[in-house]
């Protein structure tokens, strides 16, 4: 880094960095690889080898094959993929489009995220129906019934939908949102969220963060021991807080928690490794919104408005 700027001015209270113009350009791209780097570093599902990963050939053939889902040939030709990039615990490939934007799982190849928003939306005739939408959501479901994770994970899924008005020219939208269940438990981390367009029928939406997440009993007693501070009785600390217990500690914060069951879930604030919480319900300026409290340590690590009801 030091060939890139020079020092312009330094005493003992000041230090001034003076970047030329020409540099710039080779500056970002060192932050941009420090930012990238601290991310793998933190989070470790990031931390993949080079090698496992699949070739920008590979995944440009495969994200080809799934935009021709939504776009003609002659769109395909504009298309741009960019290398391997870093968000929300997930490495991928990205192909964007002006109308598609598409995330393949950089190891796994399968689709992580789809955002289509066509220039024109051609009607159906019609609004389809939400029984309708539920079987054309369905059937994209189907599509990764085959991953490995399934085979662990029971048939039965909650199933979860609203409605909304897409911006612009998006016309009424059906948000579905399928959660597989494990040993009772939800797997909120690893839900598929399909949105299917009222007008058309397409599947306008798609996203699925994380596969293959099992229920983290036994790590996480193991990885809480070594949080606790002067711990008299191990064996009684890594006891889960009740539902009471929890509902206690924020009666003041949330006096109407409404308890809806535990799940597995996976973000920054866990390095995103899966923790099981404790789920409640409480309206929140008018809104409903779901807290979800680690059930060892009672700390709140997300909160969502939730919109969806199930069927």
């Known amino acids: 880094i030091s060939s890139i700027y ?18 710039e350009e080779k500056l970002q791209e060192v932050s941009i690889n420090l930012t990238e780097l601290g991310s793998r570093y933190r989070h470790s599902i990031l931390s993949e080898n080079p090698e496992d990963l699949l070739s920008e050939e590979e995944a440009r053939d495969r994200l080809v094959v799934l935009a021709r889902n939504w776009l003609e040939e002659e769109s ?7 290398g391997v990039q870093y ?9 964007e489009t002006q109308e598609l934007l598409l995330w393949l799982d950089a190891k796994t190849g399968t689709l992580r995220y789809l955002e289509y928003s066509p220039e024109d939306t051609e009607a159906s005739g019609g609004k389809i129906q939400q029984n309708e939408a539920l079987e054309i959501a369905l059937e994209f479901y189907e599509n990764f019934k085959g991953e490995s994770f399934e085979e662990k994970v029971q048939e039965e899924k ?43 029928g397409e599947v306008v939406r798609f996203r699925n963060r994380f596969h293959e997440t099992s229920v983290p009993t036994d790590a996480k007693e193991k990885l809480f021991m070594l949080e606790l501070d002067n711990s008299d009785d191990i064996n009684d600390a890594v006891i889960p807080l ?24 996976r973000n920054f604030y866990t390095e995103f490794q899966p923790r099981v919480a404790k789920v409640f319900f409480q309206e929140i300026d008018g809104q409903r919104a779901a807290l979800y409290f680690d059930e060892y340590t009672g700390w709140e690590l997300e909160r969502t408005y939730y919109p969806y009801e199930s069927f």
């Open 6 to 23: 020079r020092i312009a001015e330094a005493n003992e209270n000041q230090l001034v960095i003076s970047i030329p113009q020409a540099e």
């Open 76 to 82: 395909l030709e504009n298309m741009e993929i960019e």
């Open 87 to 95: 968000r929300n615990g997930v490495s991928h490939y990205a192909l």
């Open 158 to 200: 909650v199933q979860e939908v609203f409605t909304y008005n897409q911006e612009g020219n998006g016309g009424m939208v059906y948000a579905f949102r399928f959660t597989p269940i494990n040993n009772n438990m939800r797997l909120s981390s690893d839900a598929f969220e399909i949105n299917v367009g009222a007008d058309n």
């Open 242 to 265: 009740s539902v009471e217990n929890i509902m206690e500690k924020y009666q003041d914060e949330f006096p109407d928690l409404d308890y809806q069951g535990r799940a597995v879930i």
